[in-house]
Nanobody, 122 residues
């Protein structure tokens, strides 16, 4: 049974930082691309960042480039999202997901976590 469990969401002031984690079990972690998506109320789920199985390749959504950083620890089956210079527009539920290809497209991701809430106050 595949499980992805996000943690680290919180209420933070604009300009602050947060680090999200996603612990994965039930799959060969290093063989999967890991991605982060987010969904604000009333909006579609949008791509945030993704990282290859080796960790050598990453890609980011335009709105988070230069502020967010994705990384992974294959020894702990965990992926991270470091979020700096947070803005009120970053408020959303953040989801981690696993895919077999490095992709920005939601439908390419096979497994999903339940999400963690990030709220940025201005």
């Amino acid at each position: 049974q595949v499980q992805l469990v996000e943690s680290g969401g919180d209420l933070v002031q604009a300009g602050g930082s947060l680090r999200l984690s996603c612990a994965v079990s039930g799959l060969s972690f290093r063989r999967y691309v890991m991605g982060w998506f987010r969904q604000a109320p009333g909006k579609e789920r949008d791509f945030v960042a993704a990282i290859s199985g080796s960790g050598y390749s990453t890609t980011y959504g335009d709105s988070v480039k230069g502020r967010f950083s994705i990384s992974r620890d294959n020894s702990k089956n965990t992926v991270f999202l470091q979020m700096n210079s947070l803005e009120s527009e970053d408020t959303a539920v953040y989801y981690c997901a696993a895919a077999q290809v490095l992709s920005v497209t939601l439908r390419n991701y096979d497994f999903w976590g339940q999400g963690t809430q990030v709220t940025v106050s201005s």
